[in-house]
């Protein structure tokens, strides 16, 4: 039988996470997909690729952040050259998530590893849709274009983030048995 480890179920989780807001704005709910979404879906598909290791609120506070940082970046109109959309959202998760893993001393480093995620999946988006983008619509629609741009985004943000997992899993040495970070 065929086992899939944590790192790939949050990589595949993120990049479904990314196929179904790209599904949703597709569907007439952007705004709403848009804003609150993006984070929801993240933090719901970490949560279920490594139940163990994150807080059930881990959904809940990734949602919620990604609204706070959606709202300060239409509001400041703070967007570095190239770094799109995604940027003030995710860090603003990041920063919000890093308040629940067990530890933020040892946890610090999440959150310029999920900037630089941020960054990748813009990018990636951006070299997905140029790729994709056209094929796709002409022959399956821009549902389809969409989902691909967001899905390959996605999983670069999770493959980045993804690969900081074996870091973040790791228990400090007075962690009890099966401590889960955020709940002491």
């Known amino acids: 039988m ?3 480890g944590p790192t790939v ?4 989780a993120t990049a479904l996470a990314g ?13 709403s997909a848009t804003l609150l979404l993006p984070g929801l879906a993240m933090g719901l ?7 163990t290791r994150i807080p059930p609120v881990w959904t809940l506070f990734s949602g919620l952040a990604w609204v ?4 300060l970046d239409a509001t400041t109109g703070f967007r ?6 995604w940027l003030l959202p995710t860090a603003t998760m990041a920063l919000w998530q890093l308040f629940l893993l067990n530890d933020a001393r040892r946890a610090w480093p999440w959150l310029p590893v999920s900037l630089v995620a941020a960054l990748a ?3 990636t988006a951006q070299g997905a849709c140029a790729i994709g983008c056209a094929p796709l619509t002409a022959r399956l629609g821009p549902v389809a274009a969409t989902a691909w741009t967001y899905g390959a985004g996605f999983a670069a943000y999770g493959a980045i983030t993804g690969a900081a997992l074996p870091w973040l899993a790791r228990r400090a040495p007075d962690d009890p ?6 709940r002491g």
Request: no cysteine; net charge positive; aromatic share 2%.
């Open 68 to 71: 706070a940082g959606a709202l």
């Open 177 to 182: 048995p099966h401590a889960t970070p955020g």
């Open 121 to 123: 999946l813009q990018l």
């Open 9 to 12: 179920r949050w990589i595949v």
């Open 80 to 85: 570095p050259a190239g770094a799109g959309l």
């Open 45 to 51: 598909a970490q949560r279920i690729a490594v139940p």
């Open 2 to 4: 065929l086992r899939i």
């Open 19 to 31: 196929v179904v807001v790209s599904l949703a704005e597709a569907a007439g709910v952007r705004s």
